[in-house]
């Protein structure tokens, strides 16, 4: 069959984070720039939009080099954004790109790559397998297309120009969340989204076919709870790239966000705004201890949520699913900045906390015993540097560093701008333990002995410094980067890449990378791993052009600034 001619060279685009106006075109929806960070689904004033586009536009050219008065003049963020994130706006540079952006030799081989792992359906790219490994004698599930893997490709073919793999992924994924979806005997949500979906083809009749996986093939058999926020996120940066409205607002789409946020906003017993989850629902997919609320989830969740409200119609069953969000947004923010976060503050606080406190009015809401505070926590927590827990239920605080998670935070505004700023504190002042020599570690630190026995059950795979066990992950690069370009502090980002550069090509683009360090390639890690070529084109890309990040990232809403007085210690 025709496929595509490969295109290694990077193709500017347009400012992906710019305040936009909605046109017509042909009898076709778009969206046209108008030259502001704020995103248009992000404002309720039509009188202040109209201001807005009518006001004069800065002309700003890019030079080959960038002297520290020229940091000032080309911010990517103005200096409202500066004086948003307080002193910290003035001390690093917000638009450091130190070049003129030569190509690294890397980023030819990971396009070639990148493409050589593309997968067809019906002549039509759908998407991208897992790992391209040759050497490998098992294949495992590593040839098939998982969402949330597909998400680093799908961003850095929509910062090249180059759309249609991702709509066609955006559709043919939620054609198959209509297919019938049992466990057994036991059938899960209308809403649920696949982990992942082979295409077979088969040569004599010439058909193509796809076989979906729900988590009924998974190593746990637990449904995907970060699939359907994926597709939402993604659906949103296919928006926001393209300009292009009439994916989101076709019906299916519509109906699509709709069923996977009705799994997640339904009545129940909860007690507590984030989402109940099981070990192993997201990409830390097997036994790791991360049930009950992790933070991945949740912010992936908010994220998913604002995503969401952002595109549904105005329309009956639209309207009534947007005030849902819109309380459920409110909600999270508060709990989600007030108990799960964590700095030098809050931890003497709890280590303070009297217990067994019953009354409204309880400082320990969640009675946390402060003897189960972590010995490692107390040397690891700078002066300056905080980061939003792992897990927080009822006695139980899960003071591990998760990656995922707080990226996630910082670029969906779950993390105040404060917060964000310290979050990037922390991974700096700790940078050997979180980033070490290849980035990034997936959660810190590692189980071992007898809690890692009791936690994972064993698991040969997650011992002590790899794979999901304190593993270090080149595909969250991408995510440090845009973490990093949206707080300011891009010299992180710079130095992240550094040290992907350095070993990723000549290692084979690995999985993973095993050790306290990240020395070693992973003991079980593939070869040629998809998301790990992905996550660092789309870091180069969004070093490149810092504008990209607005493909992904969302400012703080006024009403998520909610004054949050933190607990006084107890004498």
Sequence with gaps: MDRPKKKVLLRAANSMSSLSTIVEENGVKRMRAVNSLTSIFELDDSDLLALLVDRPRLKLERKNSYDEKSFTELSLYDSAHSLEYGRFGWETPTFSINDSFDPHPMVKKAWEALFRSQVYFRGQPVGTIAAYDHASEEVLNYDQVFVRDFVPSALAFLMNGEPEIVKNFLLK?????????????????????????????????????????????????????????????????????????????????????????????????????????????????????????????????????????????????????????????????????????????????IYRYKTEEYSHTAVNKFNVIPDSIPDWVFDFMPLQGGYFVGNVSPARMDFRWFALGNCIAILSSLATPEQSMTIMDLIEARWDELVGEMPLKICYPALESHEWRIVTGCDPKNTRWSYHNGGSWPVLLWLLTAASIKTGRPQIARRAIDLAEARLLKDGWPEYYDGKSGRFIGKQARKFQTWSIAGYLVAKMIMEDPTHVGMISMEEEKHMKPVLNRSSSWS
Excluded at 199 to 217: Q, R
Excluded at 277 to 292: H, K, L, Q, T
């Design 173 to 349: 994924t939620l054609q198959i969340q209509g297919h019938e979806k049992k466990i057994d005997r036991f059938k899960l949500g209308d809403g649920a989204m696949p982990a992942s979906f082979k295409v077979l083809h088969n040569p004599i009749k010439k058909t193509d076919s796809i076989i979906a996986d729900f988590g009924e093939s998974a190593i746990g058999r637990v449904a995907p709870v970060d699939s359907g926020f994926w597709w939402i996120i993604l659906l949103r940066a296919y928006t926001k790239s393209t300009g292009d409205l009439s994916l989101a607002e076709r019906p299916e789409c519509q109906k699509g966000m709709r069923l996977i946020l009705s799994l997640c906003l339904s009545e129940g017993f909860d007690t507590f705004p984030t989402l109940l989850c099981a070990d192993g629902c997201s990409m830390i997919d097997r036994r790791m201890g991360v049930y009950g609320y992790p933070i991945e989830i949740q912010a992936l969740f908010f994220m998913a949520l604002r995503s969401a409200h952002s595109m549904l119609k105005q329309d009956a069953e639209g309207k009534e699913l947007m005030d849902k969000i819109g309380k459920r947004l409110n909600a999270m923010s508060f709990h989600m900045r007030s108990y799960f976060w964590l700095d030098f503050q809050q931890l003497n606080d």
